[in-house]
């Protein structure tokens, strides 16, 4: 079921490119991000596999638990303020307060259901980090494999931002090249225009609590 929705995400991100620029600028000198913030990325992104990873494991917990569990780990380490605006586009500044009340509501639990269902092969699996490098002044994208024994390594990208706060947290996980940010937006803008704001909300809601 993985692949099968990497594949399909993968034939999406074609034309999910005219977004690209979130994910196309030109790493710059490691000099304008200190040595120190690539470090706390790092260790941030293994934080949150480590945590999500004892989320889904919990033997203790129900199958439901250990999900549920798992979406407060992703809502916790995930800018979901950054993301879910994004996602919107230029959507959002013609939706009323009513419209965004409901998406800001319905945002979190559907966005970390749906990274929830990409990480079925990550768990509990071992993370190797491969690569670190700056994006600019406040991004790092941390570069991590993790290991299977019968197929190949699974990769995963997370980029890390610095918020103004000094918090780090995940503006997107991308999983075997494949930016969900990216394909979700061009979704997004490529539904509203055909069914409108109120339509796509449906929708969210459905998914999120399905």
């Known amino acids: 079921m993985f692949m099968s929705r ?3 995400y993968a034939a999406l991100i074609a034309a999910a490119s005219a977004v690209a620029p979130v994910h196309a600028q030109e790493a710059q000198p490691a000099a ?6 690539i470090d706390q990325a790092i260790a941030f992104a293994e934080a949150l596999t480590a945590n999500a990873t004892v ?18 780990v992703l809502g916790d380490g995930l800018a979901l303020e950054t993301i879910s605006k994004f996602m919107l586009g230029e959507s959002r500044k013609t939706m009323t307060d009513e419209q965004t009340a409901r998406y800001e509501a ?7 259901k ?6 079925d092969e990550i768990v509990g699996k071992p993370l190797e980090v491969v690569d670190a490098k700056a994006i600019g002044a406040r991004d790092v994208i941390v570069r ?11 990769m995963v990208d997370w980029r890390i931002r610095k918020l103004r706060s000094g918090d ?13 940010m990216l394909v979700k937006r061009e979704e997004f803008s490529s539904f509203i225009a ?9 929708r969210l809601e459905q998914e999120a609590l399905a």
């Open 6 to 8: 990497i594949r399909i």
């Open 32 to 37: 304008e991000t200190e040595t120190g913030d």
């Open 55 to 72: 989320a889904l494991t919990n033997e203790e917990a129900s199958e439901a638990q250990q999900l549920e569990d798992f979406r407060v």
């Open 106 to 112: 319905i945002f979190p639990p559907y966005i970390t």
């Open 114 to 119: 749906l990274y929830a269902e990409q990480f």
């Open 144 to 154: 991590t494999e993790f290991e299977r024994v019968d197929a190949s390594p699974i």
């Open 168 to 180: 780090h947290k995940a503006i997107d996980i991308i999983v075997s090249g494949v930016s969900i």
């Open 194 to 202: 055909t069914n409108g704001i109120d339509a796509l909300l449906d």
